[in-house]
């Protein structure tokens, strides 16, 4: 039993850090463990804590904890998750079979570094002519959203706290941004700015506390509005740094 509430800790775990909200992850581990004999499950998630405890059916408690340090939002690798944890309930897998199928969720394809440069470069272009930027705007934001990702993709090697991430990023947004007006390619930086911190904002997070607060668990829906809204402060430092403090904007 301690063995089988192992696996129903590591599906948890990896949903969590997939981006699952709470009650979704909270779920899956009581039906998980229900349908390895369980008799009792009491489960108690926030962001960065897990506790499980399972009741047998001989009058034997056993209680486990996770911690929960990262967030790495990945919903191909939640859909292998669901499925896995859909199968375990439905047809009762052996350990080996949970093993293999853990092992295959937690080793699915991942997009390339390329691809998300891309992306990145895509959706800031796309959110500048949204937001009523003309063709060169959308041009700047296509290069300036790849040199985001770049520049990232080295901050997650040097400093591990996401809040920083998006900091250092929405300087370099700023910075690039009105290096092109320096430059003389564009006269307005607001909506090149505005289409590239679009990849910053915490958008599956905030989705996440709303639906944590809407079914019930508080604590878990208030930490992740705390954090959205720590990012976000993140974001605009980023921006007065450069823009107000580098002298850009009086």
């Not at 850090?17 to 229900?34: L, N, P, T």
């Not at 969720?105 to 002519?129: D, G, H, P, Q, R």
């Not at 921006?239 to 002298?247: N, P």
């Amino acid at each position: 039993m301690k063995k089988l509430i192992g696996y129903a800790m590591d599906i948890g775990e990896q949903m969590l850090i997939s981006g699952a909200e709470v009650h979704r992850v909270e779920e899956s581990i009581s039906r998980i463990c229900y349908a390895l004999g369980a008799a009792r499950v009491d489960v108690f998630i926030i962001t960065s804590s897990m506790v499980v405890t399972v009741h047998t059916n001989d009058g034997n408690t056993y209680t486990q904890t996770r911690r929960v340090t990262s967030t790495n939002i990945d919903f191909e690798k939640l859909h292998h998750l669901n499925q896995l944890s859909r199968e375990i309930c439905e047809k009762k897998l052996t350990e080996q079979e949970i093993e293999k199928k853990l092992r295959d969720a937690n080793n699915c394809k991942k997009f390339s570094l390329w691809f998300e440069f891309i992306c990145y470069a895509v959706i800031a272009a796309a959110f500048t002519m949204f937001f009523g930027g003309d063709i060169t705007e959308a041009l700047i934001s296509l290069f300036v959203g790849a040199i985001v990702r770049l520049s990232v993709y080295f901050f997650e090697k040097i400093i591990s706290n996401k809040i920083f991430h998006k900091f250092f990023a929405a300087v370099v947004i700023t910075l690039l941004a009105f290096m092109t007006v320096e430059f003389g390619w564009i006269a307005n930086v607001d909506m090149v700015i505005i289409g590239n911190i679009m990849t910053l904002i915490p958008g599956i997070g905030l989705t996440n506390a709303i639906r944590d607060l809407f079914t019930g668990d508080s604590i878990a829906g208030l930490l992740r509005s705390i954090e959205a809204v720590i990012a976000a402060l993140a974001i605009a430092a980023g921006y007065f740094l450069v823009a107000v403090l580098g002298g850009f904007v009086l």
